[in-house]
């Protein structure tokens, strides 16, 4: 967060705001006071531009015909 006063607000105005997106809010004070908050607009993102992220980390995949887990259970018993 970035604190300026009023007059260097009206001074700096355009390189304040192109610095938004970075900075993430603005304070804007008068007499040391705070009289004015500017925050970054965020893009909406539509639901068709998403693309689906990995669950791999999450779910294990399911064993093939080939893998015999059972029987590698049976076998390590004692």
Known sequence: ????????????????????????????????????????LTARTSLRNLSPQSVGAVLRPFPSSEDDTLGEMLDSRP
């Not at 700096?12 to 970075?22: A, G, I, Q, T």
Request: charged fraction near 30%; charge should be negative.
């Open 1 to 40: 967060m970035q604190t300026v006063t009023l007059t260097e607000a009206q001074r700096h105005l355009p390189e304040l705001v192109r610095d938004l997106p970075r900075d993430g809010e603005l304070v804007i004070t008068d007499a040391d006071k705070p009289v004015a908050r500017l925050t970054p």
